[in-house]
Nanobody, 131 residues
């Protein structure tokens, strides 16, 4: 049985930082794509960052590139998303997702896709940024 549990969300002021965690309980952790998505009220769920548990390749959506960092701890089967320089536009429910996915290529590298057709999802953790 696959289970993803997010934590680390909260309320912060603009300019602050948060580190989100995603504990992944899955039979075979390696060879998977683990991605973070977010969804604000009335908006579509959008990909934020992805990491390959085997390749360690990372990819970031344009709006967080340069102020987000995704990483993993294999021993703990946990994926982290560090978000810095937060703005009210970052306010959303953040979800992690896991699946075995075909990698995509960009700029000569391969990365896990940020399309929301992942098989396994967590329940989400809320991030609220006040101005």
């Amino acid at each position: 049985q696959v289970r993803l549990v997010e934590s680390g969300g909260g309320s912060v002021q603009a300019g602050g930082s948060l580190r989100l965690s995603c504990l992944v309980s899955i039979d075979t952790y390696t060879g998977k794509c683990i991605s973070w998505f977010r969804q604000a009220p009335g908006q579509e769920r959008r990909g934020v960052a992805s990491i390959g548990t085997g390749t360690l390749a990372t990819y970031y959506e344009a709006s967080v590139r340069g102020r987000a960092s995704i990483s993993q701890d294999n021993a703990k089967q946990t994926v982290y998303l560090q978000l810095n320089s937060l703005t009210p536009n970052d306010t959303a429910m953040y979800y992690c997702a896991a699946d075995r996915r075909a990698l995509r290529t960009s700029g000569g590298g391969w990365y896990c896709p940020l399309t929301p057709d992942y098989k396994y999802w967590g329940q989400g953790t809320q991030v609220t940024v006040s101005s």
